[in-house]
């Protein structure tokens, strides 16, 4: 117990023992929040003040919730397997699982990701002949979630106009469909077990004795319907723990509500307000940098963080001419610090935008540093992988549509739109799915669909009675989807993801302890799935209170749930030391030796779209905020004069979040020049803007096979005549800097720019 306390300050101290009462810690970036209830967790568990099953954790991503069962078990010999730790839609997984009949879901209920749910709206609309560009599928979704997150059925929704009206209809109409099909999206998770508790009073008082202890991180970024979830697990006994820091809530536009924190505090008669105030995470000059950028924002709770560890180095800022030039310069950095000893997965590279990774990712590929991005495409996301994953969801659940649809002609077996259509029409006239509807076809097409029907049919009986993994290899054989990809020109990774599907399984099914005589977390063997797994009380099917988990899923299940709710990054890459790409969005909670921070002009951070709404340059600030007090030793920070987004050239002005940063703890790399004036002379001009070095640096990555050299003077259609100024970058990323005389200099993707000799 001694080990457990004695390395916390006093402060620290007092929060991790406090009586079981209500409680918020209010503090700053890297103040210890996570390890106080990480450490709360374990001190109450080994004062025997609760049993593990008495806890119930809220982290804000799966990855948290992973390391805080790894730091469990290293604080006390525990096994974490069983114990209520996860994400909001991960716990109600669980809930939903344990309760599908109450829940009114089918036993095999497959979770939506929000690709499925995107592309079932539009199937959606246009089978019941509604203009989409009237109606955006996308806008619908946004309007549909936000109503859930807000805790809203269709029937709840004010409508206060025609055009709102028929959203509220399309949104009632998509909630059937999901129920037909057995299929819940990711706000539906929680909403449904909102609903489930509170309507439920004994399955509410039951987990409200069970979880006497609720531990939320990342308070902050509660939305509403978290938030009232919260306090129905809670009711008026339950001790919430919940730490957070106004200054990083980030996820408004997701619905989430910062006021929740004071809600809470009034609400539930706070009485154990606790602030941390020393910093251990980062040093003078990056903390100062925090610091003085987020007093810009107006509305604060007011917090203040200081630091031991001394000033430490000075922020770097770079200006880049270019985003490759940025990337080009991110790589040489990072050279030198892992020359310096730095272990790469040390090392995080931090966007505003999915979209700048593409850049940074082809340097990168290009110098042979390994590399791993979290949270841009999914691995589960990758078109092969959803043809595998839809297979095995027609194992488990036939009724879903959107995977009936995806594989039914994947890989061709001569099914039409024409036979579809028949389909759909016999599905909408029983009201019955799309499997279940393909007897009442006739001719050839009932007979093609006869024969997907069998191909899924005979593979769930050859399954049976096979391990997960097993069972996923086999899928993947009749489903004919190697076949096909070896077929194809770039089908050689392809087939490789697809084989990574039956690794996960297997990683899968270890990690979750399928099979094992510890009890499983989410899953059974088959003959613990025929027993009774749950207690019935006054008809309702409860936990016994201390039994360890609810056994209902699956093996099967259970994996295709966390396809659909992990970030699933390639397996692949997993143990290997590797450099971080992620957004500062998924960068929440982490930590890094050294940090760059990339992109930092007006319009991409803070974005433009948080310059039209209230309150949104305070939110880019928060972004900025966390971005910077992810580093621990060393921060870089840059922003470039061009950048091409989105297939368009942008000429980009620095940040604003520059001018409000301590320009004594920053040091600059570059020339701190304010703006270019391009002059008629190319070349004067040219070195004008990158300062001679630069130039030869960029003279020296020329590559001559482009067709274009520099000096060469060439016709645009819009800008007339110029000279070519510089080249920089290769092949398919070629752009030339081209003095047009008095149109101006201008940077031209050398693919899409029509130039021509002259
Ligand atoms: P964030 O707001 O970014 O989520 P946080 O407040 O949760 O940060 P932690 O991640 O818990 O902060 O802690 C930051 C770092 O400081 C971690 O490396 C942690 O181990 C370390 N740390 C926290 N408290 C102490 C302490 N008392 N002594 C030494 N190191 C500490
Ligand atoms: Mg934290």
């Known amino acids: 117990m001694q080990n457990l306390l004695h390395n916390l300050n006093p402060e620290q101290l007092a929060a991790v023992t406090l009586p079981a009462q209500p409680a918020l ?11 106080v209830l990480t450490t709360r967790i374990a001190w109450l568990i080994q004062t025997g003040q609760v049993s593990p099953a008495g806890i119930l954790a809220v982290t804000f991503t799966n990855k948290a919730a992973k390391e805080m069962m790894t730091r469990l078990s290293a604080m006390m010999p525990i096994n974490t397997r069983g114990m209520w730790i996860g994400t909001f839609h991960g716990l109600c997984n669980r809930l939903l699982r344990a ?14 990701d929000s690709q499925d749910q995107l592309s079932m709206i539009k199937r959606l609309l246009k089978a019941n002949n509604i203009d989409d560009e009237k109606y955006p599928p996308r806008n619908l979704m946004y309007f549909i979630n936000g109503a859930k997150d807000q805790g809203l059925r269709a029937s709840a929704v004010e409508a206060f106009d025609d055009y709102n009206r028929k959203m509220v209809e399309l949104y009632e109409i998509y909630d059937q469909q999901c129920q037909r099909e057995g299929v819940v999206d990711f706000a539906e998770l929680l909403l449904r077990t909102y609903e489930l508790l509170s309507r439920n009073q004994p399955l509410r008082e039951h987990y409200q004795s069970r979880f006497r202890h609720i531990l939320v991180d990342e308070f902050q970024d509660t939305n509403d319907l978290q938030y009232n979830w919260l306090k129905l697990m809670a009711g ?9 820091d106004d200054d990083q809530s980030i996820y408004a536009f997701r619905g989430a509500n910062v006021g929740n924190m004071s809600a809470f505090e009034r609400e539930f008669k706070v009485e154990n307000l606790i602030k941390l105030e020393q910093n251990y995470r980062s040093h003078g000059h990056i903390l100062d940098t925090a610091n003085t950028l987020i007093a810009n924002n107006s509305k604060r709770l007011g917090k203040n963080l200081h630091t031991d560890a001394g000033h430490g180095e000075l922020v770097r800022i770079y200006e880049a001419t270019s985003d490759l030039q940025e990337a080009q310069w991110i790589i040489e950095e990072a050279k030198s610090l892992i020359a310096e000893g730095a272990a790469r997965s040390d090392i995080a590279v931090l966007y505003r935008s999915n979209a700048q990774s593409r850049v940074i990712e082809h340097a990168l590929f290009s110098s042979g540093i390994p590399y791993r991005v979290y949270g841009g495409q999914r691995f589960f996301e990758r078109a092969e992988v959803k043809h595998a994953i839809a297979y095995l969801q027609l194992m488990d659940n036939p009724h879903n549509d959107s995977a009936f649809l995806r594989v039914v002609n994947f890989p061709t077996r001569g099914i039409g739109a024409r036979s579809l259509e028949q389909l759909q029409d016999a599905a909408k006239q029983y009201g019955i799915s799309l499997y279940a509807a393909v007897p009442y076809v006739t001719g050839k ?23 997960l993994p097993e069972m996923v ?18 089908g050689a990774d392809r087939i490789e993801n697809l084989e990574q599907v039956v690794s996960a399984a297997t990683l899968f099914v270890s990690e979750e302890g399928f099979g094992h005589d510890a009890p499983a977390l989410l899953g059974p063997t088959s003959q613990q799935m025929a027993g009774p797994a749950i ?23 259970a994996f295709l749930s966390h396809a659909s709710l992990e970030a699933g990054d390639n397996q692949a890459q997993a143990g290997q030391d590797a450099l971080q790409l992620m957004t500062v969005h998924s960068a929440k909670g982490l930590e890094f030796d050294a940090v760059f921070i990339t992109g930092l002009e007006e319009g991409l951070f803070p974005h433009e779209n948080s310059q039209k709404e209230e309150g949104g340059v305070e939110e880019e600030r928060r972004l900025m905020y966390v971005a910077i007090t992810r580093a621990k030793r060393r921060l870089y920070i840059s922003f470039s004069q061009t950048r091409m987004l989105h297939g368009q050239m942008r000429f980009n002005l620095k940040s604003r979040f520059f001018e409000e940063m301590p320009e004594d703890s920053l040091k600059w790399l570059s020339p701190k020049v304010q703006q270019h004036h391009w002059t008629a002379h190319p070349k004067a001009a040219w070195e004008d803007a990158l300062g001679a070095g630069t130039n030869q640096i960029a003279q020296n990555i020329v590559k001559k096979d482009i067709g274009w050299r520099i000096g060469e003077s060439v016709a645009h259609a819009k800008f007339g005549e110029g000279v070519i100024v510089n080249i920089e970058g290769s092949g398919g990323n070629a752009r030339a800097h081209i003095n047009f005389g008095r ?13 021509e000799k002259v």
């Open 99 to 112: 309760h599908y009949r109450d829940a009114a879901l089918p036993q095999t209920f497959q979770i939506l």
């Open 473 to 490: 290899q086999v899928v993947i054989d009749a489903s004919g989807l190697i076949t096909h990809y070896q077929n194809e020109k770039e």
């Open 445 to 467: 097409a009932g007979t093609s669909l006869g024969a997907f029907i069998k191909l899924i049919e005979a593979a769930r009986f050859e399954t049976q009675n096979l391990p």
């Open 743 to 755: 149109h101006g200099m201008k940077l031209l993707d050398l693919s899409v720019a029509k130039l």
């Open 535 to 557: 207690v019935t009380q006054d008809g309702v099917e409860i936990l016994d209170a201390d039994a360890p988990l609810p056994v209902v899923m699956s093996p099967l299940s």
């Open 236 to 244: 008026t006994q339950g001790a919430v723990f919940a730490v957070g």
């Open 25 to 35: 810690i209010l503090a700053g970036a890297g103040s210890g929040k996570t390890r």
